[in-house]
């Protein structure tokens, strides 16, 4: 990736539902399984952000938005058990 990036901004599904909204082959699956599948995923960096010029330093700064596999939901619950 190159300089490694200042900032990052973390992107994730609010609920399953969302999920069968980005990928449609998901509205046939149960909720259940749809979060099951999510749970075992690995976060995923979606874009790379550049041209960016921070005020503080003067400098260009880069960043990433990053995709964290599980939902909202799934958080608040911390069901890593």
Request: charged share 25%; net charge positive; glycine share 4%.
């Amino acid at each position: 990736m190159g300089k490694q990036p200042q900032f990052a901004f973390i992107v994730h599904s609010r609920d399953a539902s969302d999920i069968s909204r980005k990928y449609k082959i998901a509205k046939i699956i149960p909720n259940f399984l749809l979060e099951l599948f999510c749970k075992y995923k690995k976060p995923l960096i979606l874009s790379k952000i550049t041209g960016l010029k921070s005020q503080i330093i003067g400098e260009e700064i880069t960043g990433i938005i990053i995709r964290c596999p599980i939902t909202a939901k799934q958080m608040l619950r911390n069901d890593d058990k």
